[in-house]
């Protein structure tokens, strides 16, 4: 929760607050799939949701399936209970979202419009 009220307190794009910056993108230029994500949750947590897309659309829409990934993985760590065999821990989801990540991160590095739309620098 206190993770949460930080980003909803402090915005990363403001350059007086040091938040971590993608190193991969510091040493290539290339925005990789996680590049806008912090800008994305602040603008998310203050019901900005078009502008969270444009920050990172995969991280937003990527959002309704990790949150409960999250939940169960976290009630598994503290209670022991295991883990339900269900989609979200599919092999095949998994598959699946590595592939959507890879298309994603090919994409918003496309400089040719429509895909530019895809970039984290807003």
């Not at 949150?67 to 883990?83: D, E, H, K, N």
């Amino acid at each position: 929760m206190a993770f949460l009220l930080f980003y909803f307190k402090f915005n990363p794009a403001d350059t007086r607050i040091p938040f971590p910056a993608c190193s991969f993108k510091a040493f290539t230029g290339l925005d990789c799939p996680g590049c806008g994500g912090q800008r994305a949750l602040h603008s998310l947590l203050h019901g900005d949701v078009l502008r969270a897309l444009s920050f990172n659309a995969f991280y937003i829409i990527l959002l309704p399936f990790l949150l409960p990934m999250i939940y169960y993985a976290l009630r598994s760590f503290v209670t022991g209970i295991p883990v339900q065999n269900n989609f979200l821990f599919s092999t095949k989801f998994v598959i699946a979202l590595l592939i959507f990540m890879f298309l994603f991160f090919v994409f918003r590095n496309i400089p040719q419009f429509p895909f530019t739309l895809l970039h984290s620098d807003f």
